[in-house]
């Protein structure tokens, strides 16, 4: 199989957002079953959310939200971009499998976990970090349109919000989602297939 064979996948996520979880380990069992590279990119749902109308509950998430990002965000300036994909599984295992309360001290383990330093975890406060952020927020959020979330995949040119699913598919049922998407995306005027969603996130 040479390069060209196989697809590239863009993937835009935010650490504390559960469905962009639950899709991420959803496109880590594509990679196995299918040739496919992904490239991995923070997003904001601080940021999506600015000036918007949420609910208490959800707002104190977000008043907490931009910590982790920044610090992905200062560990790929730091480290490269090969440091996305393992700082956000470290993360968001403790998030959300763990059930881990997004403090320092949690993300201090994420970091040390894949051999990055403990001091990265200061850049939680850092809103000198907020411009790049946004930036790489941009470059998937408006191929997909602001009235979404996350998570975000762009792949032959065309961006979607999603898959939204619980729980995870594994194997070749995980292939066969992802073929799906590669159809949808190939179909010229494809906007959208949605119901209302009746389980909660099944991180198993």
């Known amino acids: 199989m040479t390069v060209t064979d196989r697809e590239r996948a863009d993937f835009w996520f935010d650490p504390l957002c559960p469905w ?7 496109m880590l ?15 904001s749902l601080a940021y999506l959310n600015e000036g918007r109308e949420v609910d208490d509950e959800y707002r104190a998430l977000l008043e ?3 910590g982790p990002v920044r610090v992905v965000t200062a560990a790929v ?3 490269g971009e090969e440091v996305t994909e393992p700082l956000y ?3 968001g295992t403790r998030f959300h499998n763990e059930k881990r309360p997004n403090e ?3 993300i ?3 970091l040390r976990e894949v051999g990055l330093p403990a001091s990265l975890a200061d850049a939680a406060g850092d ?3 907020d411009d790049a952020i946004r930036r790489s927020h941009h470059a998937g959020m408006d191929q997909v349109g602001m009235d979404v979330g996350t998570p975000v995949i762009s792949v032959k040119g065309v961006a979607f919000f999603g898959p939204v699913v619980s729980p995870i598919p594994r194997g070749e049922d995980a292939g066969r989602l992802w073929d799906g998407v590669l159809a949808v995306a190939g179909t010229d005027g494809f906007f959208e297939l949605k119901r209302t969603r009746t389980r909660e996130p099944i991180f198993d």
């Open 127 to 129: 809103r000198a970090l």
């Open 104 to 106: 320092p001290e949690t």
């Open 20 to 26: 962009a979880w639950i899709a991420s380990r959803w």
């Open 29 to 43: 069992e594509v990679r196995r079953v299918r040739p496919v590279d992904v490239s991995w990119h923070v997003m």
């Open 77 to 79: 300036a730091a480290h």
């Open 64 to 66: 907490t939200a931009w």
């Open 89 to 91: 599984s470290a993360l």
């Open 108 to 110: 201090v383990e994420a």
